[in-house]
């Protein structure tokens, strides 16, 4: 019985957080904006680049994966990529340089003005991230941020800021997937 109210509560929760992002008409608009953000920038041959850390890293490859790969269309691949997948390069750099350096380093070789960087976070403070965000900026790309409910840090350094409400990680991270399948599906609408 007690796991029973375990499992259901988890489910009420995720369906909590879920339902507040429906009902927010500010929110539908930023995933909307960033929706656009996207699209123009596959539309104008640009890329989009993913960095997250753990659970964020995994959603980050996810994501990468729809839009490089398809998620419902047949259809040409976007240039996305998550920047964690190349291990020898993540070790070779968190030797050298520091693990805060590992995506600002890829993210400089990488990024060209107009391309996005997404960002993901749910405390919206990992050291790693915001250093890719501030080089991202020197390259005048634009930032799309997945954060848990406070934003942390990266409130004030995203272009879009996807700011889940919650503080609970594992339900900021089932958010962020429910985002970026909503993106992938709008930049597919958009451009095939």
């Known amino acids: 019985m007690i796991m029973n109210k375990l499992i259901q509560n988890s489910i009420r929760d ?7 992002i429906l009902v927010d008409e500010n929110f539908l608009q930023k995933i909307e904006q960033a929706a656009q953000m996207l ?8 890329k989009a680049l993913f960095c997250g850390n753990g659970g964020s890293a995994a959603d980050a490859q ?11 269309t047949d ?9 964690h997948v190349n291990s020898s390069y993540v070790t070779a750099v968190a030797n050298d340089y520091g693990y805060d350096a590992v995506f600002a380093r890829m993210v400089q070789a990488a990024g060209r003005p107009g391309d996005v960087l997404v960002a993901l976070s749910t405390s919206g403070n990992s050291p790693n991230i915001l250093k890719a965000i501030e080089t991202a900026k020197e390259k005048g790309m634009l930032i799309i941020g997945f954060t848990g409910e406070s934003g942390g840090k990266m409130a004030t350094l995203c272009d879009v800021l996807l ?5 609970d990680t594992p339900r900021i991270q089932e958010a962020h997937i429910l985002l970026g399948h909503i993106l992938c599906q709008h930049v597919e609408v958009t451009l095939f």
Do not use: C, D, M, W
Not at 39 to 46: D, H, V
Not at 62 to 72: N, Q
Not at 163 to 167: E, F, I, Q, T
């Open 39 to 46: 699209a123009n920038t596959f539309r104008n041959g640009g």
């Open 62 to 72: 996810h994501i990468a994966a729809e839009l490089s790969g398809r998620f419902y």
């Open 14 to 20: 995720s369906i909590t957080v879920k339902q507040a």
């Open 163 to 167: 700011n889940v409400p919650s503080a």
């Open 75 to 83: 259809r040409a691949p976007l240039y996305a990529e998550a920047l």
